[in-house]
């Protein structure tokens, strides 16, 4: 085989790889137990009709139902001092706005 063709195939596998990798890194959705501990370490305060809310949500995928979400549009009376949603209180910190995976986990420390 000659060498060009040896490159050849070394940088379509190198390719190969770090497209898996990428893809595997950005996969928006998260594991069940990881999911657990941010539910158990936060209160996410959401509200019906809110698309950033909905945004939050995709990223944790079918794992969103281990969550601790408060919904403001239901449930007005738990959200006083809640001015803008989504809205996470860790530590008793209120972050507003759409947070990554990798954001919570270090807020959460999970």
């Given at each position: 085989?000659?060498?060009?063709?040896?490159?050849?195939?070394?940088?379509?596998i190198?390719?190969?790889?770090?497209?898996?990798?990428?893809?595997?890194?950005?996969?928006?959705?998260?594991?069940?137990e990881?999911?657990?501990?941010?539910?158990?370490?936060?209160?996410?305060?959401?509200?019906?009709?809110?698309?950033?809310?909905?945004?939050?949500?995709?990223?944790?995928?079918?794992?969103?139902?281990?969550?601790?979400?408060?919904?403001?549009?239901?449930?007005?009376?738990?959200?006083?001092?809640?001015t803008a949603?989504?809205?996470?209180?860790?530590?008793?910190?209120?972050?507003?706005?759409?947070?990554?995976?990798?954001?919570?986990?270090?807020?959460?420390?999970?």
């Amino acid at each position: 085989m000659k060498k060009s063709s040896l490159i050849t195939i070394a940088i379509i596998i190198a390719i190969i790889l770090l497209a898996y990798f990428l893809i595997k890194n950005n996969n928006p959705n998260t594991d069940e137990e990881l999911t657990k501990c941010i539910g158990e370490n936060s209160v996410l305060y959401t509200q019906l009709g809110c698309h950033a809310c909905e945004i939050q949500e995709n990223l944790f995928g079918e794992n969103y139902k281990f969550l601790n979400v408060i919904d403001c549009f239901y449930e007005r009376e738990k959200c006083t001092g809640i001015t803008a949603t989504p809205t996470w209180k860790i530590n008793g910190e209120k972050i507003t706005g759409v947070q990554s995976i990798k954001e919570l986990k270090n807020l959460t420390r999970c």
